[in-house]
């Protein structure tokens, strides 16, 4: 079965402090997603990376970057957090696809943040 | 720029009462159609893939099928344990990157 984890579940956080999310995936996929949920809203894609080092926009980047030293490892750093950053944050992972081929993305539990 | 819209937004059903639910997008160049599961609280669970119209998927009481411009998420004799939020999303041509639809939110009451 593929595994993606995320290393807190619900995380508390002040105002204007760095917020590191780590996810990490077990079935050597290529592919990194990160999102944040909100009600109303949807899923909305923050960053994603298809290789060690590359990164890519999504919709929603401002006050975010990422950081992919490791295949299976997708860090989320939020460098100077606010309120309107408290969210469920998702991240997910899959196969690189190529033509027609295509993946399905897997997803790990999430983690709640809170900004107060 | 792709689109997918879920209908209706919410839908509460009686235990045993089928319905679906609708999944419209547009999309350049279709290479993929998904359903995910999501309980409270948790991330998208995977259910389904389509790559063409016609194509139909099952799974236990869940049936997705697939047109030209949407997607039914069909259910059969629905169970309190189907209750969930039912996300859509499409991947486009030259893409890697999925676009969702806003869910739909069902409760099966017993």
């Known amino acids: 079965d593929v595994k993606v984890t995320q290393s807190s579940r619900y995380l508390v956080k002040r105002t204007g402090e760095k917020v590191f999310l780590e996810c990490v995936q077990d079935m050597d996929h290529e592919n990194m997603f990160w999102y944040r949920q909100d009600p109303g809203l949807g899923l909305r894609l923050i960053y994603f990376s298809y290789d060690v080092k590359m990164k890519e926009k999504g919709d929603i980047p401002e006050g975010y970057s990422v950081s992919r030293e490791k295949k299976e490892r997708f860090s989320l750093i939020l460098e100077s957090a606010s309120t309107n950053q408290t969210s469920m944050y998702l991240c997910a992972s899959s196969r690189f696809s190529i033509g027609a081929e295509t993946y399905e993305q897997y997803f790990g539990p999430g983690t709640r943040l809170t900004v107060t | 720029e792709d689109q997918v819209t879920q209908s209706p937004e919410a839908l509460r059903l009686q235990e045993g009462e089928s319905s679906s639910l609708n999944c419209s997008y547009t999309v350049s160049g279709l290479r993929g159609l998904f359903w995910y599961r999501q309980d409270p609280g948790k991330g998208p669970e995977f259910l389904f893939t389509l790559y063409s119209a016609g194509e139909e998927k099952e799974k236990e009481r869940l049936k997705a099928t697939l047109t030209k411009k949407e997607s039914f998420l069909h259910i059969t004799a629905p169970k309190p344990e189907d209750s969930a939020t039912y996300l859509c999303?499409?991947?486009?041509?030259?893409?890697?990157?999925?676009?969702f639809g806003q869910g739909t939110r069902l409760t099966i009451n017993p």
């Open positions: 999303a499409v991947r486009g041509q030259g893409a890697q990157k999925l676009v």
